[in-house]
């Protein structure tokens, strides 16, 4: 996303936005080998290991949350910059095309490894006419795409018809406890109302175009423009709100440990569904919330600068995303047939995509002359 004077120098949230590709990376290679992975997910190998179900779990919570967070952080300075239907224009060609591309395009192939995982006889071209639109249809990846551009698309519309939200102006004002206390209130009222109707890893589209996690919807919106409150508050810069890594690491592995035992506890039905999906609610968005904190604190004290490597990697994050799961489930799905530990399968996969990502991000997606432009 571009930025503009004074929002150059955070570049702590570039390189965090970069870890969190990896962090995506290592997720999807991780629930190959998870127990009882999702029925919807494409490979699924016949050695399994409770350590990469927690290990799932952990790291499918905050994830797409720090995404749609930085992403909110830096909208405010492009939307001023581009006026008119220009940010509206450069959003579509940067985000809308890639992702109707990835929807109508890479998504099937993807979703039929799911067939070949099974060994199940449904020969490509009978599954793209008839299983794919209905019990097999998903967006891999690029279902995030479609829901960052409406929520930029959101953006837009506030700008052009809200004064206030035009006028906004750069202050310095620390959140209270209140306050989070309130938005961690409401995000988990909106989780525990959903959960009610629909279970926590629930996929669904709405008119094929947008597909998300119904329970997270809520959470979508809210942390998204999370980030834009904390960029109008000045959080993260040396005169504003700057999180403490003492505090909120601890409250982070709390709270992942809780959201955890909730998760188990809710799936095996181990209390009562309504008591225990609110506990669920609860922790996800502490666990979510104070993740986000550790991180941003952890990375503006430590990695607040670039080298060759980390400007590599912050400039080639988007590349990445759309590339690797082209070179992951395939590569899974070889894994399978090969006879070693899953312990050595999964580091393979997972740094074999990381690689070959970032060096096909790195020598043709943003090097081509038109593709440059977009990734």
């Known amino acids: 996303m571009n930025q503009s004077g004074d929002e150059e120098r955070l570049v702590f949230l570039e390189n965090l936005r970069a870890v969190v590709i990896v962090f995506i990376i290592v997720l999807h290679g991780s629930m190959t080998y998870m127990t009882y992975a999702p029925e919807w997910w494409y490979v699924v190998d016949p ?8 290990l799932a779990l952990l790291i499918d919570v905050p994830v797409m949350f720090i995404l749609l967070f930085i992403a909110g952080y830096f909208v405010y300075p492009s939307v001023v910059k581009r006026r008119g239907g220009e940010f509206m224009r450069n959003k579509f060609k940067r985000i809308g095309i890639p992702w109707l591309i990835g929807v109508f395009f890479l998504a099937p192939p993807i979703a039929y490894l799911i ?3 099974r060994n ?16 097999y249809f998903q967006q891999s990846v690029y279902w995030f795409l479609g ?65 998300v996690q119904p329970v997270r919807i809520p959470l979508y ?23 403490d890594v003492k505090l909120w690491f601890p409250l982070t592995a709390f709270s992942a440990a809780a959201y955890v035992t909730a998760h188990f506890a809710l799936d095996y039905e181990l209390g009562p569904f309504i008591s225990i999906s609110a506990v669920t609610a609860i922790t996800f968005n502490m666990f979510c919330y104070s993740s986000i904190m550790s991180l941003v604190a952890l990375f503006r004290k430590y990695m607040n600068g670039h080298n060759m490597f980390w400007k590599s990697q912050a400039r080639n994050t988007y590349g990445m995303y759309y590339l690797h799961p082209l070179i992951l489930f395939p590569l899974a799905l070889y894994m399978v047939q090969v006879e070693i530990s ?5 580091p393979v996969i997972i740094i074999v995509t990381w690689f070959v990502s970032w060096l096909i ?6 090097r081509s002359p038109i593709l440059r432009d977009i990734f």
């Open 47 to 54: 050695e399994t290991s409770g350590f990469f179900t927690i």
């Open 115 to 117: 067939v070949l995982s």
């Open 120 to 135: 199940l006889p449904i020969p490509y071209a009978l599954f793209l006419e008839e299983h794919f639109w209905t019990e």
């Open 147 to 211: 829901v960052l551009f409406l929520l930029f698309g959101t953006v837009r519309l506030l700008y052009s018809a809200s004064v206030s939200f035009r006028s906004l102006r750069l202050s310095y004002i620390e959140p209270t406890w209140t306050k989070i206390a309130i938005f961690l209130g409401v995000m988990s009222t909106g989780f525990f109302i959903i959960n009610m109707s629909v279970p926590v890893d629930t996929w669904r589209h709405y008119g094929y175009l947008i597909m």
């Open 221 to 243: 919106i809210g942390y998204f423009y999370l980030g834009v409150y904390a960029f109008k508050n000045g959080w993260f810069r040396d005169s504003g709100f700057l999180p």
């Open 342 to 346: 899953i312990f050595i399968k999964a």
């Open 361 to 366: 991000s790195t020598a043709v997606l943003t």
